[in-house]
């Protein structure tokens, strides 16, 4: 579970740095950056409800659900600049949502002991993917903005789905199945 949530990370700040770089480039329909930087500013307060979420259906799945939010967010800003201000809320809201989502996943899987240790490579893979977004958005804004945004989608629906068959694992090994 902790390697996944690790590799989730990776994509989260990913994502949501190359949809800011991107609309900085000009994808996104002509929309001044700064707007779309406001549009997404609102959503990224559901990190406040992350832990009441996950105390309701579970911090893997308030991960996952912020993974697929952002990951719809980018396919939405992909396929159309009309499509970009709703993208941005949505994209925000899954950090929202995704980041904390994981530090809880990431706490309850992690040992007392090396607790601290797991929450710091989080935040490393956290930041590493951010760091590489925009490289890679410059290499990808001249393509398209189908290609743009749909990597980090793609991304992040792996990521997603690798939180899901890690969780699948651990609950399989602790009621005795392998």
């Not at 609102?42 to 991960?63: D, K, N, Q, V």
């Not at 950090?95 to 002991?113: K, N």
Request: proline letters at 6%.
């Amino acid at each position: 579970m902790i390697v996944a949530g690790w590799g989730a990370a990776l994509t989260v700040l990913f994502g949501f740095v190359i949809f800011q770089a991107g609309t900085a480039m000009g994808t996104g329909g002509g929309f001044d950056p700064q707007v779309v930087r406001l549009v997404g500013l609102p959503p990224l307060a559901l990190c406040l409800l992350a832990a009441p979420i996950s105390h309701r259906i579970g911090a893997p799945a308030t991960a996952r659900a912020g993974l697929l939010l952002c990951a719809a967010g980018l396919a939405l800003s992909g396929f159309g600049s009309a499509l970009t201000l709703p993208g941005a809320g949505l994209v925000s809201g899954g950090v929202g949502l995704a980041v904390p989502g994981l530090i809880i996943t990431l706490s309850g899987a992690a040992s007392d002991s090396n607790r601290g240790l797991t929450l710091s490579l989080y935040t490393f893979t956290l930041f590493v993917g951010a760091s590489v977004a925009s490289p890679v958005a410059t290499v990808l804004a001249p393509s398209s903005p189908v290609l743009l945004y749909g990597v980090p989608a793609l991304l992040l629906v792996i990521g997603a789905a690798g939180l899901t068959l890690a969780l699948g694992r651990v609950t399989r090994r602790s009621v005795g199945i392998t």
